[in-house]
């Protein structure tokens, strides 16, 4: 069972269904004792990698002076990664994207990560819409080594907070408890 746990919540709609999603997965996890730290990264200035490599001759420091160094130690005493976002456009939100994008820091020095989890809120009334995204997640979790601990998609949800009382909140929830 993982204990520290790092999620990273990609939606910009504060109060959203994503960050309701994710509330329900830490819930869980807090009621089951595990040590959670939660990003709600499209608050946070994280610019896009630059692909200079600065990163791999100075021990994971990228060359940026942003909001992504407190991830990225996280990242290096987390056991599981929850990656949480809406599909925007097919795949998850740009705001997230440039977060995991930001992990290329880690890759040389690697992250203790063991496993991973998926949630996913989208407009569309199947989870299709969210086919791309777990696509890349499950290819990223082959690359850097992750177990899938889970994937919940929770489709037809348009307004905000729409998804209060539906079945996914309780099924994060449970992933929580159990990750
Ligand atoms: C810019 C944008 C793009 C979207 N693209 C899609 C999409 O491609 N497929 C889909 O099913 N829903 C799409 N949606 C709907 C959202 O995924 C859905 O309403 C989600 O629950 C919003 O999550 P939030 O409340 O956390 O912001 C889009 C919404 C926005 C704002």
Redesign the pocket.
Known sequence: MSKNIVIL?????K???????AQAFVDGAKAAGKQIALFRVADLKIGGCRGCNHCFKQQGVCVQKDDMPPILDALCKADALVL????????V?AQIKLAIDRFYALLQEGMPVKRAALL??????SD???KSSISMFRQISTYLKWDEAGIIV??G???????VGRTELAQAKRLGENV
């Open positions: 919540s990609g939606s910009p709609r109060g959203g269904n994503t960050d309701r999603l949480a976002s809406p599909v925007y456009y097919f795949g939100t996913m809120t989208c407009g569309d009334d299709n819409a969210a929770a489709p949800l348009h307004n905000q907070g729409e998804i």
